[in-house]
């Protein structure tokens, strides 16, 4: 699994038609990196700037993220970054359950390509879609069925800064999980 076959999703989620969501997009957003990629972050969905670009963490809360990886020690364009939805919910709203499960099968195939030893769950809509549990405060900084670590989404350390420090810490962690 390679750099061709995710190459083929991103196709495959630029043509894609499975919610409405469809209709209001610029772009669609599959995610960005190499595979295989030893971290994967995953977010909530694209945002303004995210939907005009096609690239996966590139607003503000982007450069927020940017910030905590290198404060982390970790190189961003060493992870593979992308969204539980990959097209942009008007004025930025919480993704739907239809959208998330429309949506879901391109994340488990990056997944499956990119082949991580650890995915960053960030915020609750990831950790809801992926593990199907919810609660930041009692999940973040563990590591979960063994690939798992839960924690904010940027957003959130965006509108409130002293969760800044907690999110550097658990993004440390994803270096020092080799052998977890
Ligand atoms: N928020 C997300 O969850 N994903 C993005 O790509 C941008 C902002």
């Known amino acids: 699994m390679n750099q061709d076959d995710l ?4 196709l495959q989620i630029h043509a894609c038609r499975l919610c409405p969501l469809c209709q209001n997009r610029n772009c ?22 995210e939907d005009m670009t096609g690239k996966p963490f590139v607003g503000r809360a982007g450069r927020l993220l940017d910030g905590a990886i290198e404060q982390a020690g970790l190189v961003r364009a060493e992870t593979f970054i992308t969204s539980v939805i990959k097209c942009r919910p008007p004025e930025n709203r ?15 195939a990056q997944i499956d390509i990119v082949n991580p030893e650890i995915i960053c769950l960030m915020g609750n809509t990831a950790a809801q879609a992926v593990l199907g549990m919810q609660g930041i405060a009692a999940l973040r900084g563990r590591i979960l069925q063994d690939r798992f670590l839960v924690t ?16 550097v810490s658990d993004l440390k962690r994803l270096n020092t999980l080799e052998n977890h």
């Open 7 to 10: 190459a083929a999703i991103d």
């Open 28 to 49: 669609a957003v599959p995610g960005l990196g190499p595979a295989p990629a030893r971290i994967m972050l995953v977010g909530e969905a694209p945002g303004r700037e």
């Open 94 to 108: 919480k993704p739907k359950k239809l959208e998330i499960a429309s949506c879901s099968h391109y994340l488990q």
């Open 152 to 167: 904010y989404h940027p957003a959130a350390v965006l509108r409130n800064r002293n969760l800044m420090e907690g999110f």
